[in-house]
């Protein structure tokens, strides 16, 4: 029948009828609305069939009106079922235990494995991992993904170039590649030193060509430091000019700040929230109420459930959910004039190399308007001002030719 399915969930007993006018019983269970289905005789005196559990209490009174005796016996469906999995409650809780148990432990971290770092880097990784709270026998979902460890790791520990980070298992597999990689020897061509910049000229090391220019002199862009060629004027050899030359250059910045600033920061408070994702559906299973933030940042990540080594069609969402707060901060005369200079050195920082050296600094102009403060800021900087210029082939021949036709004899 096509409801059988849904009858066994709900329940079914066959009941066993004897007696005198059965055919009579059956008719009027019938017509009290009691189905009854898979009806058997046995013998002249006695039938059995099956009925819905909730019909059991409706078949008495039409019984009680019979000449026929009633037996239940057989029970089945949902509620039997769940009955005799409550008499056996013991083996069921253990069984689901050792499944929760079984998923818990296919889902922390049993091993953490570097490979390509040398000892002191390794030590460095694991203590930087600890931070992290990426250890063993720690669950998966609680840690931050891949993409994050392997982000926050290049960027915390320094002697890294590159760090590869895969989850297999239970284990996390490092593979790294350090920065100490043997620097390749520079081949240089033929050429010159000439300057960047207008600059004047604190200190000199020249390790191979002629120097041209001397200490406290004013050099302009393009102009030769040191020539590449040396020798006699009328031998000189072409060489790679090489050295370090010093000069004083001169920048300014121009800085505006508000005295008054209004900024959002984390304040500390946040609420974490945990899911389970079946099919699309979020179902929350820790972390449970709103939150009573009115400003807050969300954070989520997610991560597959494992069983042995079969992922389940089942994800873990870690929500954290981190209150912000407006904070308001206000600058006196002094304070905003000193925040304004180091605003100016930041600056002059992007703009100079990296071994440039801040000699000094001096105010230029210096105002307070409509709640701002300005800053006009001069600063002499000592940096390396030479860069390489090729020496052409071309040129060089012309320099030999206008030297041989000065050297020439006159005709007798």
């Not at 990426?134 to 994050?148: C, E, P, R, S």
């Not at 304070?335 to 000699?359: T, V």
């Amino acid at each position: 029948m096509k409801n059988q399915w849904l009858d066994v969930i709900s329940g079914v007993v066959r009941v066993k009828v004897m007696g005198k006018g059965i055919e009579r019983f059956l008719n009027q269970l019938t017509r009290s609305g009691i189905r009854v289905w898979n009806v058997k005789r046995h013998g002249t005196e006695a039938v059995t069939f099956q009925i819905k559990l909730v019909d059991v209490k409706k078949i008495r009174v039409p019984a009680r009106s019979s000449e026929c005796s009633i037996r239940f016996i057989e029970r089945a469906g949902g509620p039997f079922f769940l009955r005799k999995l409550w008499t056996n409650s013991g083996f069921l809780f253990g069984a689901a235990a050792f499944f929760i148990i079984l998923m818990f432990l296919s889902n922390m971290v049993w091993g953490i494995e570097i490979k390509g770092a040398s000892p002191a880097t390794e030590h460095q990784i694991r203590k930087e991992l600890t931070k992290m709270g990426v250890k063993i026998g720690k669950l998966q979902f609680m840690m931050d993904n891949v993409d994050a460890i392997q982000r926050d790791l290049t960027d915390n520990v320094k002697a890294l170039t590159w760090v590869g980070v895969e989850l297999k298992g239970t284990t996390y597999h490092f593979q790294v590649v350090e920065k100490e990689e043997p620097d390749k020897p520079k081949v240089y061509g033929p050429q010159n030193l000439v300057s960047t910049k207008k600059a004047l000229i604190v200190k000199m090391f020249v390790e191979e060509g002629e120097q041209v220019v001397q200490l406290n002199d004013y050099v302009q862009p393009g102009q030769l430091l040191v020539s590449g060629l040396i020798g006699k004027e009328e031998e000189k050899q072409p060489v790679p000019a090489r050295g370090e030359i010093l000069g004083e250059t001169w920048y300014k910045s121009r800085v505006e700040l508000p005295l008054q600033t209004t900024f959002q920061v984390f304040n500390g408070n946040e609420k974490r929230k945990f899911y389970f994702k079946i099919a699309g559906k979020m179902i929350p299973f820790w972390g449970f109420g709103k939150h009573q933030f009115k400003e807050y940042e969300t954070e989520s990540s997610d991560h597959s459930l494992k069983l042995l080594k079969w992922e389940l069609p089942i994800t873990i969402v870690n929500e954290t959910i981190r209150e912000k707060e407006e904070v308001s901060r206000t600058y006196n005369k002094d304070e905003a004039i000193k925040s304004a200079k180091e605003l100016a050195r930041k600056d002059i920082k992007n703009r100079i190399p990296e071994d440039a050296i801040i000699k000094g600094e001096e105010i230029l102009h210096q105002s307070i308007k409509n709640g701002k403060v300005r800053l006009s800021i001069h600063f002499q900087i000592i940096e390396d001002i030479a860069k390489a210029q090729p020496i052409i082939q071309g040129d060089e021949d012309d320099r030999r030719l206008k030297n041989d036709g000065n050297s020439t004899s006159k005709p007798r």
